[in-house]
């Protein structure tokens, strides 16, 4: 059996962002019903050195789009750090599941030994594109798309490992 690039990516970061989507939704629900600020939530955080909820989310869809774009070898999109709202949050998701949705599956089956640089200057790094996506990208994307989870199970919001999972 052949490894497939586009199968270990794109379809991964969309079940996963779909899965925040839902949470989202389920950290505003929680927040109206015990009468909770909402700022209380996006700003929460698990330790104070780590992001906080909105934080997480953003780099958690920054991480997917960023390694589905150079999986595809197309430029990656510049978001705004600007969400200061469950739906804004939920609305930087859901572009970012259609920004993946648009890319050719074809350009991301082809990554496997495609060269991908991260980062510039002193801080550039050079990878393989399986390597890179393997080792690097989804580790990072798993990492804040779980912390910003488990920050919304700490403060009590009723999610379960279902939510996290979501469907496929």
């Known amino acids: ?11 991964v970061f969309t079940q996963i962002l779909n899965s925040l989507a839902a949470i989202i939704d389920k950290a505003a629900a929680h927040a109206e019903l015990k009468k909770i600020e909402p700022a209380a939530l996006l700003q929460a955080r698990l330790f104070p050195d780590m ?10 869809a920054d991480f997917a ?17 600007t969400e200061t709202t469950f739906a804004e949050l939920k609305a930087r998701v859901t572009k970012t599941v259609d920004f993946i949705a ?8 082809a990554s496997a030994q495609r060269d991908i640089t991260t980062g510039s200057g002193d801080k550039a790094k050079q990878w393989k594109g399986q390597v890179y996506l393997m080792h690097y990208a989804l580790p990072h994307f798993y990492f804040h798309a779980t912390t910003a989870y488990d920050i919304l199970r700490h403060n009590g919001v009723e999610v379960g490992k279902k939510d996290f999972i979501g469907s496929f």
């Open 1 to 11: 059996m052949t490894f497939s690039m586009y199968s270990a990516s794109a379809p």
């Open 102 to 109: 648009s890319l050719p599956q074809d350009g991301i089956e």
């Open 65 to 81: 789009k960023g390694a589905a774009a150079r999986l595809a070898g197309v430029d990656v999109p510049s978001y705004a750090d």
């Open 51 to 60: 992001f906080p909820f909105a934080r997480q989310i953003q780099v958690a």
